[in-house]
C-alpha cells in the first residue's frame, strides 16, 4: 500500500516543523524508541488541526485534540509530549493488534506502528470525533483503522483479542471488558486517575489481578462515559480557590472556607529541589499518604495573593475538621524549599504533618522505584473490614476494581516504620 510520506520529501512544507517537533521530544528524553521518532515523523499532524497554523499543529506546548490538555505546572508535559509518553509506555510492535479508547491523531501514530500488517480499532462515543477522525486518517493514508462509535467501556469485543489496550483519556476506572478483550500477553496502558492525580500505568496480568509494569504522574482530559471520573469541586474564598476532591466528599466546607480568614501557619521540611524541576512522585506520595488529600487551584481572574501554594493549579492538599494545608515553596535563587502552609484550628498540626511527609518522601523514596501499583477486582474487597486479599498501603475503591498503591518498606540504619507502610487505608 503506498499512503503519504510527507517527512520523505524535502520539498515538504510541513517537514521543517514536523522534524523540529521531533527533534525537540528527543532532547526532553520523552522520545527514545527509534520506532516511535519514525511515527512522529510520518504521521501528518497537521492534518488532525486543520484550523490552526501549519506550524502550531507540530508545537510542543499545545493541544490538538480534547483527549490531552496543557501542562499546568512547570515539569508537566504538554499534549505533545503526553501522546510521545503514551506511546513509548505502550511498547507496540508491528503486526500488532490495538483498541483505542479514544480517538484522533493517536490513532494514526498507532496504525503507523502497527504497519500494514497490524490492526488499529479505535472506539469513541462521541461521533463528531469518529467521523473526523475517519476523515483524516483517510486523508493521512491509513487503511488499516476501524473506528466505532460506542462508549469506551465497552471495548470492541467484536474484534478482540487486542495485543494492547490503549486509553487516551484519564480514566478512573478500568472495566473488566478491557480485560477481558486482551490477549492472554497482552496489556492494558492507560492514564489512571489515583486520588486526583493521573498515572500512565502499563497494566499486565499476574495471577487474578493486574500489576503496573511502568507507571509516570501525567495530565489527561477525563474520560466520558460510564468509565467517566466522579470527582467533587468546593470552591472558597468567592470561587478565588477551588478544592478538588476524587470520589471523596468533602466535610464541612463552611469551617474550610472560615479556616482561610485565620493567619497562616507555616511548616518547611529542609527538602530542597532545583527550580523548573519536576516533582510528581512526592505528589503521588502525599495523595497515598494523606487523609483528606485533594488539589487546590487558585483562579487567575480573582486571585487575591491570599493563598501562595506550590503552584496555582492542582496542587498537593490535605483538607478535614481541623483546617486546609496544601504544599507551598519557599525560593531561594535557583533552588526552592518544600513546605505547607496551612489555615484553620488546627492549623500547626496540619502543617507539620504534611512537612513531615516530604521529609519521609526525601529520606525513603526520592529517587527510588516508587510505588507498587495493582488492580485487583471490586470483589476482592467492598471495604476495609473484608480487604484481606488487598496488600497494605492506600486502596482506591472503584465500581469494577480496587487499585492498591503501595510503596516499599524502607530498611537500613535510623529507619522507623512508619503506621502508614503496614496499614490497609481505603479512599
Not at 492525580?197 to 509516570?216: K, Y
Not at 477525563?222 to 472558597?236: D, F, K, M, N, S
Request: net charge negative.
Amino acid at each position: 500500500m503506498s499512503r503519504p510520506r510527507p517527512t520523505d520529501v524535502d520539498a515538504s512544507p510541513a517537514a521543517p516543523p514536523r522534524a523540529a517537533m521531533v527533534d525537540g521530544l528527543r532532547d526532553l528524553g520523552d522520545i527514545r524508541d527509534p520506532r516511535v521518532a519514525a511515527a512522529f515523523f510520518r504521521v501528518p499532524r497537521h492534518l488532525f488541526a486543520p484550523d490552526e497554523p501549519l506550524e502550531a499543529g507540530y508545537a510542543l506546548d499545545r493541544p490538538v485534540d480534547r483527549h490531552f490538555s496543557r501542562v499546568r505546572t512547570a515539569g508537566r508535559a504538554s499534549a505533545t509530549r503526553l501522546e510521545a509518553m503514551l506511546l513509548e509506555q505502550a511498547g507496540v510492535e508491528r503486526g500488532m493488534r490495538c483498541l483505542e479508547i479514544g480517538a484522533g491523531y493517536t490513532t494514526a501514530l498507532l496504525a503507523e506502528l502497527v504497519g500494514e500488517e497490524g490492526e488499529v480499532v479505535a472506539v469513541d462515543a462521541d461521533p463528531d470525533v469518529v467521523d473526523r477522525t475517519a476523515r483524516r486518517v483517510a486523508a493521512a493514508g491509513y487503511r488499516q483503522v476501524t473506528l466505532c462509535r460506542a462508549d469506551g467501556e465497552d471495548g470492541a469485543p467484536e474484534h478482540a483479542p487486542f495485543d494492547r489496550v490503549i486509553v487516551t483519556s484519564g480514566a478512573c476506572d478500568v472495566p473488566p471488558t478491557w480485560i477481558d478483550q486482551l490477549t492472554d500477553d497482552g496489556a492494558i496502558v492507560v492514564p489512571l486517575r489515583i486520588r486526583g492525580l493521573t498515572c500512565g500505568l502499563v497494566l499486565e496480568r499476574e495471577d487474578d489481578h493486574l500489576v503496573a509494569r511502568s507507571a509516570q504522574v501525567w495530565g489527561f482530559v477525563p474520560l466520558r462515559g460510564a468509565a467517566a471520573c466522579a470527582e467533587h469541586l468546593v470552591t472558597l474564598g468567592g470561587r478565588e480557590i477551588a478544592l478538588r476532591f476524587d470520589g471523596e466528599r468533602p466535610g464541612d466546607t463552611e469551617m474550610l472556607a472560615a479556616a482561610l480568614d485565620a493567619p497562616r501557619v507555616e511548616a518547611w521540611s529542609g527538602v530542597r529541589i532545583g527550580l523548573g524541576k519536576p516533582f510528581e512522585l512526592l505528589e503521588l506520595w502525599l495523595a497515598s499518604v494523606l487523609d483528606g488529600f485533594c488539589l487546590l487551584s487558585v483562579n487567575p481572574t480573582r486571585d487575591s495573593g491570599r493563598v501562595d501554594p506550590a503552584h496555582r493549579v492542582a496542587c498537593p492538599a490535605m483538607a478535614g475538621a481541623g483546617g486546609l494545608a496544601h504544599l507551598a515553596l519557599r525560593r531561594t535563587g535557583p533552588i526552592a524549599e518544600f513546605g505547607a502552609h496551612a489555615y484553620g484550628p488546627d492549623a500547626a498540626r496540619l502543617a507539620e504533618e504534611l512537612a513531615e511527609q516530604v521529609q519521609v518522601w526525601d529520606r525513603y523514596h526520592r529517587g527510588g522505584p516508587g510505588p507498587r501499583i495493582t488492580v485487583h477486582p471490586a470483589g476482592d474487597a467492598a471495604g476495609p473490614t473484608d480487604a484481606g486479599r488487598l496488600p497494605d498501603g492506600r486502596v482506591i475503591a472503584r465500581r469494577h476494581v480496587r487499585v492498591a498503591v503501595r510503596w516499599p518498606s524502607p530498611t537500613g540504619p535510623g529507619f522507623v516504620p512508619h503506621p502508614w507502610y503496614d496499614t490497609l487505608h481505603v479512599g
